[in-house]
């Protein structure tokens, strides 16, 4: 059954940004390409009553200087990483989901996206502690963070903290090495238009 509305937006808007958006490398690929089959296969696939798969959005918020990276210890899962989520009614696009749960989970606002475009997929199994969430299908952003902000610990975390990408924390999502890289490589690129 087809969507309509704000719903069959944020799935037309996946569909839009997902197959227009260059990978990075044949990995990253393959990971779109199976987020576009899950789009054509699930009407429903960008909400969390989807499962055990659906899509959710993410930010990794970086300082002005791309030096320092600003992450949340999640209180379900224990470990830090980035901000994000599900998809909620009110998001009308992939990037207006990440944007408001970094806003949301960081406690910062004005958070200026970096590119436009997703910086990044990953595709990850849940542990129990998540519910009936078996797997998320995660497109990811990178944002700046205005200069001077003070982040808040919002219902969702434990603590937030900037961490500078030389000393990543130990207890940290396994691939946020690669995540910060490529958001800072996204910041490269925008400050050199």
Not at 68 to 84: C, D, I, N, P, S
């Amino acid at each position: 059954m087809p969507q309509h509305g704000a719903a069959g937006a944020l799935h037309a808007d996946a569909v839009r940004v997902l197959t227009d958006w260059v990978a990075p490398d044949n990995d990253q690929d393959a990971l779109r390409a199976a987020y576009l089959a899950h789009l054509a296969e699930n009407d429903d696939g960008m909400w969390r009553t989807c499962v055990p798969s659906h899509l959710t959005a993410s930010l990794l918020v970086l300082d002005a200087a791309g030096t320092q990276v600003l992450l949340t210890l999640h209180r379900k899962g224990g470990f830090w990483g980035q901000f994000g989520g599900h998809c909620e009614p009110g998001d009308e696009t992939l990037v207006a989901a990440a944007l408001r749960e970094g806003q949301e989970e960081s406690g910062i606002t004005g958070l200026a996206l970096v590119g436009g475009t997703p910086v990044d997929l990953d595709r990850h199994q849940l542990a129990s502690a998540f519910g009936s969430c078996g797997e998320h299908l995660d497109v990811r952003y990178a944002a700046v963070a205005p200069e001077g902000s003070v982040p808040a610990v919002s219902e969702e975390s434990d603590d937030v903290r900037w961490f500078s990408l030389a000393s990543l924390p130990l207890e940290a999502v396994d691939d946020l090495g690669r995540l910060a890289d490529r958001a800072r490589s996204a910041l490269a690129a925008a400050s050199r238009r």
